[in-house]
């Protein structure tokens, strides 16, 4: 029989925008998503980005788990913008006293 | 009396940026009545023009409302952007009570929207001060463009170039209607108001504002700049910018060959050019 332990751990979840697809380039939009439910945040809360990049992000502990994708743009559709393209997900795992 | 149509240069402001700002537009005396209209609840909740009406029957529990957007300069303002006789799509009274913690979600009103000239405009008005304590509307400068559905954007938190709308009480935002926003925040201990109104274009948009300026040398740097947030889709931005630029004065302009150089693909052969060269010499 598995003994189910409850883990203190909680996923605080950052989604950092980029200029351009590199990791390196700068911050120009930004979301963080707190599972440990210290952080409660809302939109047009800071004036300022947390990371400059996601490069400095992750010299801070977070974890890249997504990359921004390039898709080809469709034909016809070449000059169209719509959502921000260059969105990274990082996480970070904290401790918590729940569990 | 001020009926001054838009300039070249509020025009380009407005297409580069999404929306104009005109502070204290309207006077005290009306804002006061407004309010007053707003505590009577002649002017509650969201009405859409059902019965073809125009702006100046929309209203008839709200004189007061409507004679601010009988105002020359409010209608001057409205002619440049949508016609004279634009209609009414519908209006909404948007109130933030005290002590709210939190903003909406970043939207753009109301779903995707695929016309490229054509384009509604909504009149954000605000008749009381608004300190950014109270929170106002928070606008993303250059967002207009982007095709997105409504509240699909609300993952997004905060972005660099974020512009809340702190003003004084009479203050006129004329909006884009792609254009990205979301009420903030009223941590104050008093009611926020703000009449929002959508209004529809009946005539082709083109030539409608005070076309005298628009040679002048600083419609290019309008057009052309970009916003923090833009990153390397700036000019993609720019690009869309100058093709509704082109149909709102019915020219052919350009900045920086943006848009000359992806029309030029020839398809006369280099010897059938080099005989009418010769030709024209003769």
Redesign the interface.
């Known amino acids: 029989m598995t003994a189910i332990v409850a883990s203190s751990l909680r996923q605080q979840l950052l989604?950092l925008?980029?200029?351009?697809p590199s990791p390196e380039?700068?911050?120009?939009?930004?979301?963080?998503f707190d599972g440990a439910g210290r952080e409660?945040?809302?939109?047009?809360?800071?004036?300022d980005?947390p990371y400059a990049s996601v490069v400095e992000a992750m010299r801070d502990g977070w974890r890249v788990i997504q990359v921004a994708h390039q898709p080809p743009p469709l034909p016809g559709m070449e000059?169209?913008?719509?959502?921000?393209?260059?969105e990274f997900v990082l996480e970070r795992l904290v401790e918590t006293s729940h569990g | 009396m001020d009926d001054r149509l838009l300039d070249a240069s509020q025009m380009a402001a407005f297409v580069a940026d999404g929306f104009l700002r005109f502070d204290a537009l309207v006077p005290e005396e009306l804002n006061l009545a407004v309010l007053d209209e707003i505590r009577r609840k002649a002017l509650d909740g969201v009405h859409f023009n059902q019965g073809g009406h125009d702006i100046g029957s929309f209203f008839p529990r709200a004189p007061t409302y409507q004679r601010v957007l009988g105002l020359p300069r409010v209608r001057a303002i409205i002619a440049s952007l949508v016609g004279p006789d634009p209609e009414i799509d519908h209006s909404a009274l948007h109130v933030v009570g005290p002590r709210t913690p939190h903003g909406q979600h970043w939207h753009a009103d109301a779903t995707i929207d695929p016309r490229t000239e054509a384009f509604d405009i909504q009149l954000f008005y605000y008749p009381h001060d608004t300190p950014r304590e109270m929170g106002g509307t928070m606008f993303l400068p250059g967002s207009h463009f982007r095709r997105v559905h409504e509240s699909t954007i609300g993952r997004y938190q905060n972005f660099r170039g974020q512009v809340p709308a702190v003003c004084p009480a009479g203050t006129l935002i004329a909006a884009h209607h792609g254009i990205w926003h979301c009420g903030q925040a009223n941590h104050t201990d008093r009611t926020r108001s703000m009449i929002k109104l959508r209004l529809n274009p009946t005539v082709r948009q083109r030539q409608l504002f005070d076309l005298s300026g628009c040679d002048a040398p600083e419609i290019g740097g309008i057009l052309s700049r970009t916003q923090p947030w833009h990153g390397a889709d700036g000019r993609l931005e720019i690009l869309q910018r100058l093709r509704l630029w082109r149909s709102l004065t019915g020219s052919d302009y350009d900045v920086d060959r943006w848009l000359t150089r992806l029309e030029r693909e020839p398809t006369v052969m280099a010897e059938v050019a080099r005989e009418r060269a010769v030709h024209a010499m003769a």
């Open positions: 989604f925008y980029l200029g351009s380039s700068g911050t120009v939009a930004w979301s963080l409660q945040r809302s939109s047009g809360d800071a004036e980005p000059h169209r913008t719509s959502y921000l393209p260059y």
